[in-house]
Nanobody, 131 residues
Framework: QVQLVESGGGSVQPGGSLTISCAASSERSYLHACMGWHRQVPGKEREGIASIDIDGQTTYADSVKGRFTISRDTAKNTIYLQMNGLKDEDTAMYYC????????????????????????WGQGTQVTVSS
């Protein structure tokens, strides 16, 4: 089992920046070799926006590419999502997820290997972009 705890959500004005984090805890670190961020707005499907595998390979959804950066601190079992140039449409509940998958299966971008169905999920942290 993997426990995931998100933090850092809040309110920010359009054009602003925010960094959220997710700490993973498990007796078996390989279970969270792949970690990622998803977001969901009520009434809409959950959207995978960024992933990072244990070797640091990343994938991004087109909706956030160039604005958001995912990173990880392996020693702390923590990932981060730095969000710049925030827009109203970035308002959502942001969920951290983890899985034992390695690249190229560790991805939020649908491609040759489909898109990863993550095994473990956090409770989410709300990000609101509003003036």
């Amino acid at each position: 089992q993997v426990q995931l705890v998100e933090s850092g959500g809040g309110s920010v004005q359009p054009g602003g920046s925010l960094t959220i984090s997710c700490a993973a805890s498990s007796e078996r670190s390989y279970l969270h070799a792949c970690m990622g961020w998803h977001r969901q707005v009520p009434g809409k499907e959950r959207e995978g926006i960024a992933s990072i595998d244990i070797d640091g390979q990343t994938t991004y959804a087109d909706s956030v590419k160039g604005r958001f950066t995912i990173s990880r601190d392996t020693a702390k079992n923590t990932i981060y999502l730095q969000m710049n140039g925030l827009k109203d449409e970035d308002t959502a509940m942001y969920y951290c997820a983890a899985d034992p998958a390695r690249a190229p299966l560790c991805t939020v971008v649908r491609g040759r290997f489909g898109v990863l169905s993550f095994s473990y999920w956090g409770q989410g942290t709300q990000v609101t972009v509003s003036s």
